[in-house]
């Protein structure tokens, strides 16, 4: 930093961690999207959702190998439960039930890890991460 100047209110974070640590999950383990009051979980629902529907259909249309079919299976059934965890927390945040939201994500995040253990499995390094 040039001398003189002060420092902005987010250099106490590192450098590279330009949004505070929000991929971090709360001390309750609670996903950052709950937690980010400049997005509800109904607009991150509306955005993710149409992304999560594409990737599904599109990896549908592809046969894994024989010896990977079913641990493949197993990674889409996770994903799939995973879309469905966040179309009930967009339907509830919707209907302002902000209680049937935080009852979902504990489900969500399982889903979410399990998928990405699995996505590790099957090797990938881009669908394992949150």
Do not use: F, Y
Not at 64 to 77: G, H, I
């Amino acid at each position: 930093m040039k001398e003189g100047r002060q420092p902005s209110l987010d250099q106490e974070s590192e450098p590279g961690d330009r949004d505070g640590g929000h991929d971090e999950p709360g001390p309750n383990g609670e996903h950052h999207v709950l937690r980010n009051r400049k997005q509800d979980p109904e607009e991150h629902g509306e955005k993710t959702l149409p992304i999560l529907d594409h990737a599904i259909r599109d990896i549908d249309k592809l046969e894994p190998p024989a010896s990977e079919k079913a641990l493949s299976d197993q990674w889409l059934t996770q994903v799939r439960g995973l879309k469905d965890d966040l179309q009930e927390i967009r339907d509830k945040a919707k209907a302002g039930d902000i209680q049937g939201v935080q009852a979902i994500v504990p489900k969500a995040t399982e889903h979410n890890s399990k998928s990405n253990a699995l996505a590790t499995q099957l090797g990938m390094s881009v669908c394992n991460k949150d």
